[in-house]
């Protein structure tokens, strides 16, 4: 393993001349911040607690189902519980993790000293956190939503669920999506305009492409489901009819704007995690990545086909043949892309070296047990035979494997590959290990069992199940798999104190990896390049490799290393803390739904004050 | 009265067979009992076997690759490949070959089960409430809940409808699902193949009490069926014993008339379960309890802790009056 002796950390001093204090520490520094590597540490802390806090959810819902009528949780309870738990992992812990690692890895990647648009990044991650406070305070005024992630009407109407729970969960998505699509457009206009000479796009490295796409989904996929919100809310608040069936109304209305929505969502949550894999494989496995323009376009054809699929999620409303066989048809098309990603990663990994660092066992592990998810998934394309898995613990069973066994262990994978860029600690390994054998355990423990549940005849998101239905043994493993987890976040914690308090220099490139992001000191320096870098590749570390030394020879004295000290002085934008006014200013404004319109009128005021500020505030 | 017994008698054993046969799982996909059922378990199992030989080749490469070209110590720098064209089109065309294989028979079967039976024998009407089934067989007259009864042999067409939110009407072992959409009227038909007591359960959210929305069905011999219709189709029978009577005074005088419909009686309540012959059905509570004096006790006791959110109201009774009351319920065949 190639270690450079040469590492350098924090800011060089002509940086230091020119942005005095702006690295200062101070909850001032991290409130008006717009500087992309803090940014995605303040959405990886954030969406890490939310992911704890799902996690938790998750731990009671299998408690409550360890056994036949148990009477641990009463059921209003438990359906919040639910609830909560999917709304939560979609998009208050799952997006986040992501869009951290967009905010990490992306400018680092194509050579650029930060995105488009710094303080519209710092805009959407306030506005991220505050929807997941409010969702989260509605246990604290009059319960939680208990409609299930994907509140179907007419339940989630105002004469079924009278509550304050579903206001809280359409108010909730709505703020939170404002702040998703403006990151959306912020890393779609970055990775077109703010690339470096010589980043073609066919020589992006896989996540930024992944990113790219995944920002394209965002873009065309919240659009639908915002609308849908704002139907839902004018439904609950205005007595408007959108879903009232005996007023002309269709219910079923609210479950294709949520599925068009829903739908690419899937794929919001897993093309960037293929993209970490993709990254991640090749380095560890000293090869460049098999096939990286068929790798690409698979990825850019799976988020065109997810457009078209959404109808697989209502087969049993009743569309008809012609419908549920054009989109059984769509949904097994989508296998073709998903499969060839698999098949090049194995043929990445076939004749190299391959190094089983953390980060790289969960590279393999999304590759291993998204083929079980990926072929439970056809089983279902299938509509006729959906008709007897939808809604059962079957699809419980298939899409856990899809989001912990590939997105969960893609955004671990890259946990393990950028933690040393971003702190410029090393990890402890044989702890990182530990965490994955036993994140892997207890995923195989507690979702396989799943399979036969559902097939056995138990629904999904049932409080219990009757003691005559024969489930018992099946959903007591799970339950025992459940508590794995837990156990499995042990080593994590551990090594995460490991690495602040012995964890050894990083260096640059602690892995000899191919890509920009290992060309600077770990952790980078502010403004990320002291000199703007010019690439003549799609691997350029390994090109120079290849090239100008001899195997063996250290890496990190190569030339496309940066410089310490820029040698011109570097422009960086200024921090800001109208973003901050701004997302409070909207935050307000959504209270006011639920509080009155004196609220709504304060919230548009401090909106428009931020607004203001924000467009008149001088460069620098 | 002792052919009934008799009747009950058969449908007990012929359950108490079933499950021996069909392993314990009375809400299995994996056991089908109709031919709707089975031309599911077809597609899946002929689906399944192809997912199994794709997961182990897979797997396998995967895992010969792991051990294969492990790191060793002093390795050479690995050749770069970049990639090879006739390797890609070859694992583009296997794919999309077996999905060939499977869109096939999916497709076919699409088209029969997603269209109305070539004919219908029957026609059950359904509709789910939050949280319990309403049976109605029109052209026989019957109107009963939680529980219904069909001919085995013989083609029946289920036409569900919601009265509240939506539901999905579910019983594996005959049909798959199908959703209740308020506003739609939706479709599923099967012949069920043998005689017996078959579980379903509403698959689709549906509120607080969700978990405890099951029914039954009972496929029963053409002579039994026709047994147990002619025995629907008359009023409640007047009650003999002096609790029973009791009872009926107690239902009369009480809430539950102003909910509850017990044919040939003034109890024209339509809000719950209709009642005439609730002493003949298994269960109670929507498949929640067996239908037994003590649970029908607990049950008229504690409504909201059996099913939490049910609209059926707690009344105060006194024990006395329960046990007239559920006397005079059981009495109801």
């Known amino acids: ?337 998903t499969g060839v990603k698999i098949f090049n990663w194995i043929a990445t990994m076939w004749g190299g070296s391959l190094r089983f660092h953390p980060a790289m066992l969960f590279a393999v592990g999304l590759v291993a047990t998204f083929v079980v998810g990926g072929i439970s998934g056809v089983m279902h394309s299938s509509p006729p035979a959906d008709l007897q898995q939808t809604d059962t613990y079957f699809v419980v069973a298939h899409f856990h494997y899809v989001l912990i066994g590939g997105t969960v262990f893609g955004l671990f994978s890259g946990f393990y590959y950028w933690f040393s860029k971003v702190t410029g600690r090393l990890l402890h390994e044989g702890l990182g290990k530990w965490h994955f054998w036993l994140t892997f355990l207890a995923l195989n423990v507690t979702f396989f069992p799943m399979h036969f549940s559902g097939l056995l005849g138990q629904p999904r998101r049932t409080f219990t199940y009757a003691e005559g239905l024969g489930l018992e043994t099946y959903n007591l493993i799970s339950t025992i798999g459940a508590l794995l987890f837990v156990v499995a976040f042990v080593p994590l914690i551990a090594n995460l104190l490991y690495a602040w308090r012995r964890g050894g220099p990083a260096g640059p490139n602690p892995w000899d990896a191919s890509t920009l992001e290992w060309t600077m000191s770990s952790p980078p320096p502010h403004y990320n390049f002291a000199v703007i870098p010019e690439v003549e590749a799609r691997d350029p570390l390994w090109v120079r490799y290849d090239r100008e030394t001899a195997p063996g020879e250290d890496v990190g004295a190569r030339p496309l290393l940066q410089p310490e000290v820029p040698p011109k002085p570097v422009h960086m934008p200024s921090p800001s803390f109208w973003p901050l006014v701004l997302s409070v200013g909207l935050l307000i404004a959504t209270i006011g739904f639920l509080t009155g319109l004196v609220v709504n009128l304060i919230g548009v005021g401090v909106t428009l004050i931020g607004l203001y500020g924000w467009a008149f505030e001088p460069a620098d | 009265m002792n052919d009934r017994k008799a009747l009950v008698l058969t449908l007990v054993l012929g359950a108490a067979a079933l499950q021996a046969c069909g392993g314990d799982y009375p809400q299995s996909a994996l056991h089908p009992q109709s031919d709707f059922a089975t031309r599911l378990d077809e597609l899946f199992r002929g689906i399944f076997w ?159 009490s969700h978990a405890l929305m099951s029914f039954r069905i009972i496929a029963a011999q053409e002579a039994d069926f026709e047994s147990w219709v002619a025995r629907m189709q008359e009023p409640a029978v007047a009650p003999q014993e002096q609790m029973a009577r009791l009872g009926a005074g107690v239902f009369m005088s009480n809430a539950c008339v102003g909910c509850h419909r017990i044919e040939g009686t003034p109890a024209q309540g339509i809000v719950g379960p209709d009642l005439t012959h609730v002493g003949s059905r298994t269960t109670i509570a929507a498949g929640v309890l067996e239908n037994t004096p003590e649970n029908l006790a607990r049950w008229i006791k504690t409504p909201q802790e059996i099913k939490p959110g049910n609209y059926m109201p707690y009344v105060a009774l006194t024990d006395e009056q329960v046990d007239q009351l559920v006397a005079y319920l059981l009495s109801l065949k």
């Not at chain 1, 639910?82 to 998009?91: A, C, D, P």
């Not at chain 1, 702040?179 to 206009?189: D, E, R, Y």
């Not at chain 1, 020589?203 to 919100?229: C, D, H, K």
């Open chain 1, 1 to 337: 393993m190639a270690t450079s002796e040469t590492a350098v950390s924090g800011v060089g001093p002509l940086a230091e001349q020119e942005h005095e204090g702006t690295y200062a520490g101070g909850l001032w520094s991290w409130l008006t911040t717009v500087d992309h590597k803090r940014i995605g540490i303040l959405y990886f802390v954030t969406g890490f607690l939310f992911l704890l806090i799902a996690g938790v959810e998750g731990e009671l819902i299998r408690l409550q189902l360890a056994r036949p009528e148990n009477r641990l949780l009463d059921p209003e309870f438990y359906n919040q519980l639910f609830t909560m738990h999917g709304t939560t992992m979609v998009f208050f812990a799952g997006m986040p993790l992501i869009v951290a690692a967009f905010n990490i890895v992306v400018p680092l990647q194509i050579g650029a000293r930060d995105v488009a648009f710094p303080r519209l990044n710092a805009f959407s991650y306030w506005v991220f956190l505050f929807a997941g406070v409010f969702l989260y305070a509605s246990f604290f005024f009059g319960g939680a939503p208990d409609g299930g992630w994907f509140a179907y009407t007419p339940l989630t109407s105002k004469q079924y669920s009278p509550g304050t729970g579903i206001d809280f969960y359409v108010l909730a998505l709505l703020l939170g999506g404002i702040g998703t699509i403006a990151g959306g457009v912020n890393f779609l206009v970055t990775i077109i305009n703010m690339r470096a000479p010589g980043v073609r796009l066919m020589r992006m490295p896989l996540f930024t492409w992944m990113t790219f796409v995944t920002s394209v989904l965002i873009l065309l996929a919240f659009p639908p489901l915002t609308v849908g919100l704002a139907f839902m809310l004018f439904d609950r608040m205005f007595d408007t009819v959108f879903f009232n069936a005996a007023a002309g109304g269709d219910p079923l209305l609210w479950q294709h704007l949520f599925w068009v929505f829903g739908h690419p969502e899937v794929y919001i949550l897993i093309l960037p995690a293929f993209g970490i894999v993709s990254d991640v494989i090749p380095t560890f496995s000293k090869k460049p990545l098999f096939g990286y323009p068929v790798v690409v376009f698979s990825g850019v054809l799976i988020a065109f086909l997810g457009f078209g699929v959404w109808v697989h999620h209502m087969f049993a409303t009743g569309l008809g043949p012609i419908v549920n066989a054009v989109f059984g048809g769509a949904t097994m098309l989508i296998a073709i892309p």
């Open chain 2, 50 to 208: 192809w997912a199994v030989g794709v997961f182990v080749v897979v797997e396998g490469i995967l895992i010969a690759t792991l051990f294969r070209y492990r790191e060793k110590r002093r390795q050479e720098r690995p050749k770069p490949i970049h990639g090879h064209t006739g390797l890609e089109i070859g694992w583009t065309l296997v794919p999309a070959l077996i999905l060939v294989a499977i869109a096939i028979p999916t497709v076919r079967t699409i088209f029969v089960v997603d269209r109305p039976p070539p004919e219908a024998d029957l026609t059950v009407e359904v509709i789910g409430k939050q949280w319990w089934w309403e049976f109605q067989i029109p052209e026989l007259d019957i109107v009963t809940a939680n529980e219904v009864h069909v001919p085995v042999g013989r083609t029946v067409e289920f036409r569900v409808r919601s009265a509240d939110v939506l539901h999905s009407f579910w019983v594996p072992r005959l049909g798959g699902k199908r959703d209740l959409v308020p506003g739609r009227e939706n479709m599923l038909w099967f012949t069920a193949d043998t005689a017996g007591v078959f579980w379903g359960q509403c698959a689709e959210y549906c509120g607080t």
